[in-house]
């Protein structure tokens, strides 16, 4: 069992909202499934084509569309599914207040549980586990996706166990886990014209360190960083605006490229450590943590700096 020193609960709709907010009316639009993007052969400027038949042209395209990103493969970014690994997640209410108060993951290989309190009679809650031959039948079904955590996890406490038996039926969620392999983020470019990428669709890795919405976020502030001085330049100067954009989004690759490659590397480790079975195959990974990742917890403390 470990015990993880501070460790912070963040409702991602809260979040969402929160940024929303800031933004002025009418700038956010919902429901549009974007199906491709494409340079216009005459301006290279970016046209993203939507579901529903509209095309937007656009001068710059920040592709924050997650693990299966449109935008990542207009820009040939290679995503791998092939971890044996699936996860169970959601959450559990405590009328009476649940007493836990860390975060704290219990383990018994290849089985991982997690939980975290949000409030007093809140818990979210996780579950690794080794994935199941029937995916997509899982990822719609909650009632079956509580029956494959608690097979699982049936070897652990009472207590652990409870926590899923008490779930609430509707906050289940199954996800096949997928991310971006370290070497592939190391050499491939992240921009092409006024098009580039941000958190999972940049660098989407297994939920192993709880790092992935982090760097999304540092993603967002140095992108912010270095791409605001050239917005006024777009209005005032395609041509130099272009010639600035390209340089801003090389400054924001060079920034992140090595941050992300190191997090997505010993994110991948803890992954290869969890799926193999052979006592050498652990060993060769064990030390390969040791050398390259002494202090295990030293990328998750992180400063990215300010806007
Ligand atoms: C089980 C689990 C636990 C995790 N725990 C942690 C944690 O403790 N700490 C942490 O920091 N991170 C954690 N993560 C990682 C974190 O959730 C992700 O890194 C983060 O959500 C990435 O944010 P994103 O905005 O880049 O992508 P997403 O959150 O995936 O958002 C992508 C958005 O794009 C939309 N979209 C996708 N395709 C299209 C399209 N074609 N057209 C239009 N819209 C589209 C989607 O609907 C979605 O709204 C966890 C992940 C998982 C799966």
Redesign the pocket.
């Known amino acids: 069992m470990d015990s993880y020193g501070e ?1 912070r ?2 409702k ?1 709709s809260t979040l969402i909202e929160a940024l929303a907010s800031d933004l002025p009316p009418n700038t956010v639009r919902l429901s ?4 491709a993007i494409k340079l216009d052969p005459l301006t290279s400027d970016p046209v993203v084509y ?2 529903d038949g509209t095309l937007i042209k656009a001068k710059v395209v920040i592709g ?8 990542a493969s207009f820009l040939e970014l290679k995503f791998n599914y092939n971890y044996s690994t699936s ?1 169970v ?1 959601g959450l559990t209410y405590y009328e009476k207040g649940h007493g836990m108060d860390d975060f704290v993951i219990l383990y018994k290989d290849p089985t991982r549980l997690g939980r ?1 309190p949000i409030d007093e009679n809140l818990v979210y809650w ?1 579950v ?1 586990q080794n994935r199941n031959p029937q995916d997509p039948l899982y990822m719609k079904d909650q009632k079956l996706m509580q029956q494959s955590a608690l097979e699982s996890i049936k070897d652990f406490p009472r207590e652990a166990v409870e926590i899923i038996e008490k779930a609430d039926l509707d906050s289940f ?1 199954y ?1 096949c ?1 997928g991310y971006r392999v370290p070497w592939d983020l190391l050499f491939k470019r992240h921009y092409k014209g006024g098009v580039t990428v ?10 192993f ?9 540092e ?1 967002a502030v140095v992108l912010a960083r270095c791409a605001a001085p050239t917005i006024q330049m777009l209005r005032a100067n395609q041509k130099e605006g272009k010639k600035m954009l390209e340089l801003a989004f090389h400054q924001y690759e060079k920034e992140r490229k090595m941050r992300v490659t190191l997090l997505c590397l010993q994110t991948y480790l803890i992954g290869l450590l969890i799926k193999t079975s052979s006592s050498l195959g652990k060993f060769v990974t064990i030390l390969l943590m040791i050398i390259l990742f002494r202090d295990p917890d030293k990328l998750s403390l992180y400063d990215c700096g300010r806007l």
Do not use: T, W, Y
């Not at 549009?32 to 199906?35: G, L, P």
């Not at 941000?198 to 939920?207: L, Q, T, V, W």
């Not at 360190?209 to 976020?217: E, K, L, N, P, T």
């Open positions: 460790a609960c963040l991602r549009c499934q974007v199906n939507l579901e924050c569309d997650g693990l299966n990103s449109v935008v996860l997640r975290i996780f690794v969620h996800a886990l941000a958190g999972d669709a940049m660098h989407a890795m297994a939920p360190m709880g790092q992935g919405g982090a760097a999304s976020i993603d």
